[in-house]
């Protein structure tokens, strides 16, 4: 049985394989956790040795598990689903679904979204609300009875009906606006009546691109790589070709926070060569990890990305380049002499963390 068999939609459950014991923290509130007998704290955490994997948290493919059947699927209205199916005994429910391209990004976990109902019913519906109008959705349902089997669907798909309209802007995103994001997430959006063209952007405000830069082009979503992971608010901006003009809208997101986003950033950053020759330049290198932003101070000013390399320009005398990085916990800076010399003197650099 491999790990990625357990549920792992929005990291409900996380096990970790040691060498001797998986351990598995099961947070209250959460689908397997609300069928656990009741305890005061508020997580239970499962020790299992010899890291074997245990029956009532493995997915059950031979039959002897909840059987779902007359699954049916069908559009409302542009931006709503409805399920419906029925199981032989009471179980919970999870419907997981994505976008076409979602489901087609991702090769180890195709869904990006999910519905539990936490009540053991046999008779069940689900609705699917906010979806993108005219978007293709694939989805399966997740059963599990009283004594935690589980049996999986297999995957189905829904296209609108042939023939629905088009909104005449973007009015739908996937992952819904204002959703946490992973450090690579894939952004789906619905097509606009007469749009010729498409432009993504992801930034850390509103209208900007420094997370990832504007790419126009005619698909309706974009896999965005290199996320940041430190509990930033972000933004994407989603524009659209109408003849000549452009129109944009934007939408709110929540980057990851990761336990290392709790830390200090690191930077490292050099110049070459130092000294210089009077008149001549120097070239400036820097590096940051977990870093928001970085700014510049001395003998040069403004923002900087978290990596990068500038031109001191001309060197005539000494002087002092500062490089400040941040994050939501602190910043940490360095600085660097870069002294002039003749031609027939060379001296050490000076290099002073600040």
Not at 270 to 293: E, M, Q
Request: charge should be neutral; glycine fraction near 6%.
């Amino acid at each position: 049985m491999k790990i990625n068999k357990f549920y792992n939609y929005r990291k409900s459950i996380e096990c970790r394989l040691g060498r001797t014991a998986a351990v598995c923290a099961l947070t209250l509130g959460l689908t397997l956790a609300l069928m656990l007998p009741a305890v005061d704290a508020p997580a239970q955490i499962i020790v299992l040795p010899n890291a074997e994997v245990p029956d009532w948290l493995a997915v059950r493919d031979d039959g002897t598990g909840p059987q779902a059947t007359g699954i049916g699927a069908a559009f409302t209205d542009a931006r709503t689903m409805r399920i419906s199916w029925q199981t032989n005994v009471p179980t919970i429910s999870i419907v997981e679904y994505a976008t076409n391209a979602q489901f087609k990004a991702d090769d180890t976990y195709h869904f990006s979204s999910y519905q539990e109902n936490t009540t053991p019913e046999s008779l069940h519906v689900a609705t699917l609300v906010n979806l993108i109008p005219g978007e293709t959705y694939y989805y399966r349902i997740r059963s599990i009875d009283k004594d935690l089997v589980e049996t999986i669907s297999s995957v189905s798909s829904l296209a609108p009906a042939v023939g629905t309209p088009l909104p005449s802007s973007v009015i739908a995103v996937s992952p819904q606006q204002g959703s946490v994001v992973d450090a690579t997430e894939t952004f789906s959006w619905n097509a606009v009546a007469g749009a010729t063209s498409y432009r993504a952007c992801l930034g850390s405000k509103i209208g900007a691109a420094d997370i990832y830069s504007c790419v126009d082009g005619v698909a309706t979503s974009v896999t965005i790589e290199n996320i940041p992971t430190d509990g930033r608010d972000l933004f994407l901006r989603l524009s659209y070709q109408l003849g000549a003009s452009w129109n944009s809208v934007d939408f709110p997101y929540k980057a990851k926070l990761l336990d290392d986003a709790t830390t200090l950033p690191t930077l490292s950053f050099t110049a070459a060569p130092n000294p210089v020759s009077c008149g001549s330049a120097a070239k400036l290198n820097w590096s940051s990890t977990k870093a928001v932003g970085c700014a510049a101070f001395g003998g040069w000013t403004g923002v900087k990305p978290i990596n990068g390399f500038a031109s001191t320009g001309a060197i005539l005398s000494q002087k002092v380049f500062t490089l400040t990085c941040s994050n939501n916990v602190g910043d940490v800076s360095k600085s660097l002499v870069i002294r002039c010399v003749n031609i027939s003197t060379s001296s050490a650099a000076a290099y002073l963390p600040y």
